[in-house]
């Protein structure tokens, strides 16, 4: 029965039987013995098949095929089906990549990625027959825009699977980014996503373990010089641009490089938090400011090392003299006093710069910055009144490590409105006034 309908049914000319056939592929390799399923696949040749399917199917057969060829590579004797050794075999996929049109290559290139984030041990695999470098080929050779931006894409998928930073570094994805990203004659939205991916892959919690400082410093320099070009027009890539290094300055190594650069990469980030002219900007830089003083981090990650923190000192109390404001107590106060998100963002900031002495100091010397984080009936969505809650914590604890302080009538009063905010609770007063069981059982029902 499995040759039968199944054979015929992968090179049918009704797309909806060549979809059937690859469902019905998968469903064998799920529900049978393993190693009977596999035998049939090659005994059948049916992955040269499923290949075709992937390649010059419409979409859903493209799909339902990489999905049974998943299934597939998920076995041991399968994954040497799909990821041949001898890079001569016809279905090695180099080879097919080479033969495609550059839509179906994109296909190919989709699959790979599937195969990528389908495990670790697949993944390694993949990174061990060296097809990823058919990612970077593609992006390289074309010059056609939608071409470049959907391997983009892929790539972005890749960047965020768990395991990815530990076989990036085996490839020269990261140089490739940095060039996508330097290259002033490519369309912004593809340096935008560049740096955006480039952002996810330096991000993760594992990149300094694989990663070399190099490639953390180029793509650094690549983002760096574009913020040249950027001062007047191209805010979305300029929001990217921000947002990106907050991605790479979320860990305690990442924000020290980001500070410590010649100049300082961060400074970019500092100038743009406290510009209200530009809303987008200065919500993507003010998240950015809030990953690199540590809001993510917990314990001794969240305070850098003596120049990282020089560095961040000087360059927020630089930005505040520049300004009418002055202080960065009254920088900090303005993010306060804008509109909701602005807000929530700078409760971000708040929380993560206050475990410096400095920003302590700034933020008890302003009663008003007490007065707004305290208010419980300030915030009225849920993100906004747990940040401003998390705000408060953040003050208290830090507060509440100085006897000196804790000790002096002067701040008593400030040390008892944030007592009560926090014993509030992140949604404070609202908590009764709201029907919450009525929605609880809607939502279940
Ligand atoms: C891409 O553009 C460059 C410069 O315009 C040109 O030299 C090159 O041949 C083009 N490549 C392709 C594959 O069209
Ligand atoms: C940092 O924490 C915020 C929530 O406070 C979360 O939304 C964000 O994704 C986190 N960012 C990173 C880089 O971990
Ligand atoms: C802090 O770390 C940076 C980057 O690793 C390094 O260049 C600098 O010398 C360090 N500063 C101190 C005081 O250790």
């Known amino acids: 029965m499995f040759q039968a309908f199944v054979l015929v049914g992968l090179v049918a000319d009704s797309q909806k039987v060549r979809r059937l056939a690859c469902i ?30 992937c390649i010059d199917g419409d979409e859903q057969v493209a799909a339902a095929s990489s999905e049974a060829i998943r299934n597939l590579a998920g076995y041991e004797e399968g994954l040497g089906i799909v990821l041949p050794a001898s890079t001569s075999e016809a279905t090695h996929l180099g080879n097919i990549a080479e033969k495609c049109s550059s839509l179906g290559r994109v296909r190919v290139l989709a699959l790979i990625v599937r195969l990528f984030s389908a495990s670790r041990s697949v993944a390694s695999e993949v990174s061990r027959s060296g097809i990823l470098s058919l990612l970077e080929a593609e992006v390289r050779n074309t010059n056609d825009t939608l071409v470049t931006l959907s391997v983009l894409e892929l790539i972005y998928e890749l960047a965020e699977v768990e395991h990815s930073a530990e076989f990036v570094s085996k490839t020269s994805l990261l140089q490739l980014l940095s060039s996508v990203i330097s290259n002033d004659a490519a369309d912004s939205i593809l340096r935008s996503r560049a740096m955006m991916i480039a952002g996810r892959f330096l991000s993760k919690e594992n990149a300094f373990a694989f990663i070399d400082e190099s490639s953390f410093r180029s793509v650094l320099s690549a983002i760096d010089r574009r913020f040249d070009f950027l001062e007047s027009q191209a805010a979305d890539e300029c929001e990217c641009a921000l947002e990106a290094l907050g991605q790479i300055g979320s860990s305690f190594q990442g924000a020290t490089i980001v500070l410590t650069t010649a100049p300082p990469t961060a400074r970019h980030i500092v100038k743009a938090a406290f510009d209200r002219q530009q809303h987008g900007k200065q919500l993507a830089a003010l998240h950015s400011l809030g990953n690199i003083a540590g809001e993510n981090r917990t314990g001794n990650t969240v305070l850098l090392n003596s120049t990282a923190e020089d560095t961040l000192r000087s360059l927020i109390y630089d930005e505040a003299s520049k300004t009418s404001k002055l202080t960065p107590s009254g920088l900090l106060l303005s993010v306060l ?23 302590l100091t700034e933020i008890i010397s302003k009663p008003e910055i007490i007065a707004l984080v305290t208010n419980t009936h300030r915030e009225t969505h849920k993100i906004g009144m747990e940040n401003r809650h998390r705000c408060c914590e953040a003050i208290y604890k830090v507060f509440a490590l100085s006897s000196k302080l804790m000790g002096d009538p002067a701040f008593a009063d400030m040390a008892s409105k944030l007592e009560e905010a926090i014993r509030r609770g992140p949604y404070g007063a609202r908590k009764h006034a709201e029907a919450q069981p009525m929605v609880v059982t809607a939502d279940r029902f």
């Open 24 to 53: 019905a592929i998968s469903s064998l390799l799920e529900n049978t013995d393993k190693t009977i399923a596999v035998q049939l696949v090659l005994q059948h040749d049916v992955y040269p098949l499923l290949l075709s399917c």
């Open 337 to 359: 006093q804008q509109d909701s998100e602005i807000r929530i963002a700078g409760y971000r900031v708040i929380s993560g710069l206050v475990a410096r002495p400095w920003c």
